[in-house]
């Protein structure tokens, strides 16, 4: 068994420098990271780059751009200033793929097809600057628990239905065990995005109860929750998906453990469930 596709996302192990990160990939043969902007800044964007680059690491994905359903002008132009820094920044580290989580109700509002349409307009921006830098946009469907303050985009349809306004090379979408397991339309969405190439990143984490409060940082690791990540991987792979899957876990249980263990256990839990 190989770890060949396994790429291990910042999040999962954010007690560990991006140096400290970087060496424990290669001490344990890791060929990929998702990275995270706010970690990538404090570190230096150049000196990141630098980093991976002469680590030989993949940078798979860089999170997160998004954040667009506002509907005041001035904080809207703020968004999308900071999504096109955002592209300027995989760009600069090496990635294809941003991944966007698209926003939640603004305050006071009731609106979420009014909200949808306003990530539309800002992909429709957003799109055509990001493929010319040789950036995909992975727009990211949430758990529906998440749709109020975070994501109105809680499906893998909703999020297809607004990637396929534009070509695949522009906008795509992200592919999460977690945010999608209990929707048993997802296999006909998966197949339905490999047919267009909108598949831009596969992402694991395990579904396990009781959820933590405040749930954000309830992500399991694999092969202790509901999920069988096998068949996920047999969707996204039959769709036509051949690309790095990536584990982003938010736990705060892992997050206390050392951080060179927790990477190590990632990758023997990745071979023993996902491969």
């Given amino acids: 068994m190989s770890l060949a596709r396994f790429s291990i996302n910042q999040m999962t192990v954010k007690q560990l420098s991006l140096p400290e990160l970087v060496d424990a990939c290669r ?51 703020r968004a999308l200033d900071d999504n096109r820094a955002a592209v300027d920044e995989a760009a600069t580290l090496g990635t294809d793929t941003l991944v966007l989580v698209s926003g939640g109700l603004p305050a006071g509002s009731k609106d979420l097809h009014g909200a949808r349409e306003r990530i539309a307009d800002a992909l429709g921006e957003l799109g055509p600057y990001a493929a010319a830098r040789g950036v995909r946009l992975a727009v990211e469907p949430l758990h529906p628990m998440y749709a109020a303050d975070r994501c109105v985009v809680s499906t893998l349809a909703q999020a297809l239905d607004l990637a396929e306004r534009f070509p695949a090379e522009q906008v795509g979408v992200t592919v999460d065990t977690y945010h999608l397991w209990w929707d048993d339309t997802a296999p006909a969405q998966i197949a339905r995005a490999g047919a267009s190439g909108r598949i831009h990143s596969f992402q694991l984490a395990d579904w396990t109860t009781p959820l933590p409060e405040g749930v954000l940082n309830g992500r399991g690791q694999i092969g202790d929750g509901a999920i ?34 927790v990477l190590a256990e990632t990758a023997q839990r990745f071979l023993a469930h996902a491969v």
């Fill in 27 to 77: 001490e344990l043969g890791v060929p990929g990271v998702g990275l995270w902007r706010e970690p990538v800044r404090a570190h230096g964007l150049e000196a990141t780059a630098a980093l991976v680059r002469d680590a030989g690491l993949a940078v798979t994905t860089l999170c997160r751009g998004g954040f667009l359903t506002a509907t005041d002008p001035a904080e809207r132009a």
């Fill in 228 to 261: 069988d990540m096998r068949e996920w991987r047999s969707y996204v792979e039959k769709a036509g998906y051949d690309g790095p899957i990536e584990v982003e876990l938010f736990n705060d249980a892992l997050w206390a453990r050392d951080g060179r263990e």
